[in-house]
């Protein structure tokens, strides 16, 4: 059943290129960031998202969001250019990750970028990889930012490509499509009558 509904999707993705998916974020702010950053974050998060077909919807913790973003102060574990990581769960339920405001803070130094603007970036990053995305050679899922690639963060030049659009569009529907069957399994059982 998995199969084909992936190759469904698949098949279905390649046709819309144009589509706009709308997905819901909760960020958690326990690194005490300045309500003005956290409001420049999220709108930063919101135009890259943009960029590969995503509507990022921010909304409060009354309802499940799709994903969550833990901003938090990184001590210890992660390299020290690391700016975020995704909790990676099973596939097509990934719904975390973590930024380390501490070390968007220190990024900024000597660069035109507010630390509201590098900690969307940094979000919008890690939204890739919740849905599905890989390290490129450009663009907003570069591994590594330093120097040019900060500089070109500044101008809104760092997007998500054509193909990571498709990609994560995928997943989405991938998401969707699971979330369905499952709620289709659980409803058709309430509805058997007991014999």
């Known amino acids: 059943m998995r199969t084909l509904i992936l190759a469904t999707v698949l098949a279905y993705g390649t046709l819309a290129t144009a589509q706009t998916f709308a997905v819901s974020a909760h960020l958690v702010n326990q690194a005490g960031i300045p309500k003005p950053t956290v409001e420049k974050a999220q709108a930063e998060?919101?135009?890259?998202a943009g960029t590969g077909g995503i509507a990022l919807l921010w909304g409060d913790s009354n309802k499940r969001p799709d994903f969550n973003f833990v901003m938090t102060d990184c001590k210890s574990g992660a390299g020290k250019a690391t700016l975020g990581q995704t909790l990676e769960g099973n596939p097509h339920t990934s719904a975390y990750a973590y930024i380390y405001f501490?070390?968007?803070?220190?990024?900024?130094?000597?660069t035109d970028l507010s630390p509201g603007d590098l900690l969307g970036d940094a979000i919008a990053h890690e939204l890739g990889h919740l849905l599905g995305l890989h390290?490129?050679?450009d663009g907003i899922m570069m591994p590594t930012w330093t120097g040019w690639q900060l500089a070109l963060l500044a101008r809104r030049r760092m997007p998500f490509s054509q193909?990571?659009?498709?990609?994560?569009q995928t997943e989405i529907r991938m998401r969707r499509m699971l979330q369905h069957d499952a709620s289709d399994l659980v409803s058709a059982a309430h509805k058997r009558p007991l014999q």
């Open 45 to 48: 998060a919101i135009y890259v």
């Open 135 to 137: 390290h490129g050679r």
């Open 102 to 110: 501490n070390r968007v803070l220190t990024a900024t130094h000597n």
């Open 163 to 168: 193909s990571e659009a498709l990609e994560m």
